[in-house]
């Protein structure tokens, strides 16, 4: 018969062992080939390390779009007072618009991990010539090169 306490370690052994692996970081993650535009110019090497920050960004920005939405849809308590009334209306309206701010920049995202599966990530949209990797690496969503988004930036003044 086993005693209480080698019992406790039975049951401890047999519940790590049924616990779930946890998920891996975004870094963590097997990297699937993808591939930049040739003329990009990007090693396989920078285009690892470029998707692994997309989907690092990802996994972040989805955190914060739950935590803005939560925060927006969480207190329904009913307020006595009409001012509260509207400062609570206030910051859900507000939450939720970092929401879509979120929303908007996931979609970039998604972009840029769809032009890397189709081989045309790396190449400026609007002139169609290489995006730095300095800039993919701070910005690796980035849509066009330093030059044109400057002057698209002038033309919208």
């Known amino acids: ?16 062992t049924s616990k779930p692996a946890p998920a891996k970081a975004a870094s963590e993650r097997a990297v699937p ?9 990007l090693t396989k090497t920078q285009m690892k390390k470029l998707y692994a920050r997309l989907l690092e960004e990802r996994d972040t920005i989805l955190g914060r779009i739950r935590r803005h939405v939560g925060q927006a849809t969480a207190d329904s308590a009913p307020l006595p007072e009409e001012i509260d009334v509207a400062q609570r209306a206030t910051d859900q309206e507000y939450a939720l ?54 002057r698209l930036d002038r033309m919208q003044r």
């Open 33 to 41: 080939e993808m591939k930049a535009h040739p003329d990009a110019k």
């Open 1 to 16: 018969m086993a005693t209480p306490k080698r019992k406790k370690k039975q049951e401890k052994k047999s519940e790590e």
């Open 97 to 150: 618009r970092l929401a879509d701010k979120e929303r908007k920049l996931l979609d970039q995202i998604q972009i840029a991990i769809e032009k890397m599966e189709s081989g045309e990530y790396g190449i400026c949209e609007g002139t169609e010539e290489p995006i730095g990797f300095r800039r993919l690496e701070i910005r690796p969503w980035a849509r066009y090169s330093v030059e044109y988004k400057e």
